[in-house]
């Protein structure tokens, strides 16, 4: 026999009222079973806890020292239903997600917004990092969900499928590209190019879509994050391809971006999660904001 909260509020609620009849009306149970469940706990501890007469119900020496305890353990068991109440209701908690960079810079903003305005007291921690960790934050918990690039098959990852988002020239607007409409991939090899490390998830996605005609650029600088590339390029240093998402960094750099064709090659930006694993209602509902946002910014719509 193990003693449970409930017979715990039973033992609190007759030593604060003194009644047992009040007390089993209170629980909405009989006195027989009111009786039952001191009974049990007395069992249970092997001693005394209430002295009861005809009239009168009091408490042991024992039962007056337990008391406080039992008082404090039932108040915490209140609160942290309590607790789980808000969580399911997301009226407080923390979310965590994870985030590819580009996303995180430039769509995160307005996504956590969004989630604020519905469930303000609910904290959104955010861990943006490449791809390949994305991946592996979601895989070992230590994020619920995350979005990221289409990547190599994880049998213990659940892939979702959002936006394509298309990659474009990125230039300084006195570049001569910056005077074409369209671009492309070829129009590229006559001039520099700047190139993402081999460990970016798009170095990854342009070499497996470009790489066997030829047709990426070889690179004369490389940098492994598109915050770097888009000041190489605002500097002057040569020219790059980026995600359309990622084209609203850094507007004091005076660059312009155009589409890139021949072939068009684009990104599969989505949401993961661990397989067989239900979100928390806050991450559920960050993750609906966050896909919507997405598509939002896919379309041009603000």
Same mark, same amino acid.
């Given at each position: =026999?193990?003693?449970?909260?409930?017979?715990?509020?039973?033992?609190?609620?007759?030593?604060?009222?003194?009644?047992?009849?009040?007390?089993?009306?209170?629980? +909405?149970?009989?006195?027989?079973?009111?009786? &039952?469940?001191?009974?049990? =706990?007395?069992?249970? %501890? *092997?001693?005394?806890?209430?002295? &009861?007469?005809?009239?009168?119900?009091?408490?042991?020496?024992?039962?007056?020292?337990?008391?406080?305890?039992?008082?404090? =353990?039932?108040?915490?068991?209140?609160?942290? =239903?309590?607790?789980?109440?808000?969580?399911?209701?997301?009226? +407080?908690?923390?979310?965590?997600?994870a985030?590819?960079?580009?996303?995180?810079?430039?769509v995160?903003?307005?996504?956590?917004?969004?989630?604020?305005?519905?469930f303000?007291?609910?904290?959104?921690?955010?861990?943006?990092d490449?791809?390949?960790?994305?991946?592996?934050?979601?895989?070992?918990?230590?994020?619920?969900?995350?979005?990221? %690039?289409?990547a190599?098959?994880?049998?213990?990852?659940?892939?979702?499928?959002?936006?394509?988002?298309?990659?474009? %020239?990125?230039?300084?607007?006195?570049?001569?590209?910056? +005077?074409k409409?369209?671009?492309?991939?070829?129009?590229?090899?006559?001039?520099?190019?700047?190139?993402?490390?081999?460990?970016?998830?798009?170095?990854?996605?342009?070499?497996?879509?470009?790489?066997?005609?030829?047709?990426?650029?070889?690179g004369t600088?490389?940098?492994?994050?598109?915050?770097?590339?888009?000041?190489?390029?605002?500097a002057? %240093?040569?020219?790059?391809?980026?995600?359309?998402?990622?084209?609203? *960094? &850094?507007?004091?750099?005076?660059?312009?971006?155009?589409?890139?064709?021949?072939?068009?090659?684009?990104r599969?930006?989505?949401?993961?999660?661990?397989?067989? &694993?239900?979100?928390?209602?806050?991450?559920l509902?960050?993750?609906?904001?966050?896909?919507?946002?997405?598509?939002?910014? +896919?379309?041009?719509?603000?």
């Amino acid at each position: =026999m193990r003693i449970s909260i409930e017979d715990l509020r039973a033992f609190v609620l007759v030593a604060e009222i003194r009644n047992f009849h009040r007390a089993a009306e209170e629980l +909405a149970i009989t006195q027989s079973a009111l009786s &039952r469940r001191l009974k049990k =706990m007395e069992d249970v %501890l *092997q001693t005394r806890l209430l002295d &009861r007469t005809s009239r009168v119900v009091g408490l042991t020496t024992v039962g007056e020292e337990f008391l406080p305890t039992a008082m404090r =353990m039932v108040r915490e068991f209140e609160r942290s =239903m309590g607790d789980i109440q808000d969580i399911i209701e997301k009226r +407080a908690g923390v979310v965590t997600m994870a985030s590819v960079l580009t996303i995180a810079q430039n769509v995160l903003p307005q996504v956590v917004s969004h989630f604020n305005e519905q469930f303000p007291s609910v904290s959104v921690r955010v861990m943006d990092d490449v791809g390949p960790k994305v991946a592996d934050l979601v895989a070992t918990g230590d994020a619920e969900f995350g979005i990221a %690039l289409a990547a190599e098959d994880r049998p213990n990852l659940e892939y979702q499928p959002i936006i394509e988002d298309p990659y474009m %020239l990125a230039c300084r607007e006195d570049h001569p590209l910056a +005077a074409k409409a369209h671009v492309t991939w070829g129009d590229l090899r006559e001039h520099i190019y700047i190139r993402m490390g081999a460990e970016a998830g798009n170095q990854r996605k342009l070499e497996s879509a470009l790489g066997d005609n030829g047709a990426l650029p070889v690179g004369t600088h490389e940098v492994a994050h598109i915050s770097t590339l888009l000041s190489f390029v605002g500097a002057g %240093l040569g020219v790059s391809a980026v995600p359309k998402l990622a084209t609203v *960094q &850094r507007p004091d750099l005076n660059l312009v971006f155009r589409p890139l064709a021949d072939p068009v090659v684009s990104r599969t930006i989505g949401l993961i999660k661990p397989v067989g &694993r239900t979100l928390s209602p806050s991450a559920l509902a960050l993750s609906d904001i966050a896909g919507e946002v997405l598509r939002q910014a +896919a379309a041009g719509e603000h």
